[in-house]
């Protein structure tokens, strides 16, 4: 019986020490947050118009920018995940996102997911390719789509025809604007 008693007590022990132990496994590497700096894609489209040019240019810096926005103005991006952290790096048509998270107010992880980007007027959308947590693989179900606002902080004139991703940037080819737009404009 003594025997049983010290390897009951020995098991919840090890049960302890693993639990502990995956716990600070989790928990994030790096020290992110959600702050951001404004994009002034209003004033940059206007500058674009001024220029006669079709494109607007948004660098790595400005998608990380408007996806932290978007994060910060809902950090529950699931049901029990509560993001406390971000950074995003843009790779082509994919956004590297690097994120600190709180699961059920009470486990702090770090997750690296990638995501596929594309355009669906009149926002950037990112899908799920790749959701690692500490080089564990996890379902990209858990995940959903995420929205990178772009076309609501531009005037309505301007109608994105096209996003074209590469070089550490997005080029944002806009459509001519019709003569019912300009009159619009001049009203």
Do not use: C
């Amino acid at each position: 019986m003594k025997k049983l008693l010290i390897s009951l007590f020995v098991l919840i022990v090890l049960v302890v020490i693993a639990g502990v132990g995956s716990l600070y496994y989790v928990k994030p590497d790096q020290n992110l947050d959600l702050v951001y700096e404004e994009v002034p894609l209003k004033d940059r489209a206007l500058d674009m118009v001024r220029r006669m040019s079709p494109e607007l240019i948004l660098t790595s810096e400005d998608i990380n920018n408007l996806s932290k926005k978007s994060i910060a103005d809902n950090p529950q991006v699931e049901k029990d995940v509560l993001v406390t952290g971000a950074d995003f790096n843009l790779d082509g048509d994919l956004l590297l996102a690097d994120l600190n998270v709180i699961w059920k107010d009470q486990i702090s992880a770090g997750l690296k997911i990638t995501y596929r980007l594309h355009w669906n007027h009149p926002n950037v959308v990112a899908t799920v390719e790749k959701a690692m947590m500490k080089g564990i693989t996890l379902p990209n179900s858990m995940f959903s789509d995420r929205i990178i606002p772009i076309g609501e902080d531009l005037p309505k004139l301007l109608k994105i025809n096209k996003l074209e991703w590469g070089g550490g940037e997005v080029k944002v080819k806009f459509q001519k604007p019709s003569l019912s737009d300009l009159r619009e404009l001049i009203g």
